[in-house]
C-alpha cells in the first residue's frame, strides 16, 4: 500500500523518468533520427534496453558511486569522470564501429552526460532512459549504414520481452530498495 510519506520520492522518481525520456528523445531527434517509425523505434529501444539496464547500474551506479564515497572533496566530478571513462573504455569489447578510438571518445562523452543527468536527478530509471535513447540512435544509425533498419517495421514480439525481463527484476530491486534505504554512511 502507497503511503503519504512515499509520495515525493515518487514523484521525484517520476519527474526523472519523464525528463529523461524527453531528453533523450529530443536529442534522438536533434541528431538526425535514423528512423521516426513509431514501430522501428519501439524495436529498437526494446533491443537496446537490456544492455542500457546492465550499462547504467555497473557505470554510473556502482562504480560512479564507490568513487564518490572515496573522496570527500572531489567525489562528484570523480564519480562522473571515471564513470565515463569506464562506459568509454568498455566499448573497446564492442562489436565494429563501437570499438574504434573516435567512437570511444565519442561514446565517453556520452557515458559524462548520462552519469551528470543521474547526478542531477538522481533517479536510475530517467538515467536509464536517457541512455536508451542515446544507445538507440547508435544502433538505428548502424543499422541504416548497414541497410538493414528495414528488417524492424513490424512489432518483434521477443525483443518487448527480454526488454520486459530485465525491466521486472530492475522494479523489483528498486523497490526493495525504495522501502529499506541504507542507513547513512558515518
Known sequence: MLRLAD????????????AGLLLGF???LAQGAPSR???????A?????????????VCSVLVGGAAGGRCAHAAPALAVLLAA????IYHVAHSPSFDQPAMILLLTGGGLATRAFL???????????????SAMFGVTGALTAADRLGELPV???PLFAMALSVLVPLAAGDAVR??????PQQ
Open 155 to 157: 512489432p518483434r514480439w
Open 37 to 43: 517509425d513509431p514501430v522501428v523505434v519501439a524495436n
Open 7 to 18: 509520495a515525493a520520492p515518487l514523484r521525484r522518481a517520476a519527474i526523472g523518468l519523464v
Open 119 to 133: 547526478a542531477v536527478t538522481d533517479d536510475l530509471w530517467g538515467t536509464i532512459a536517457l541512455h536508451d535513447w
Open 178 to 183: 525504495r522501502r529499506h534505504p541504507a542507513a
Open 85 to 88: 571513462a569506464l562506459f568509454g
Open 26 to 28: 529530443g536529442l534522438y
Open 45 to 57: 529501444f526494446a533491443q537496446v534496453l537490456p544492455a542500457s539496464v546492465a550499462e547504467v547500474p
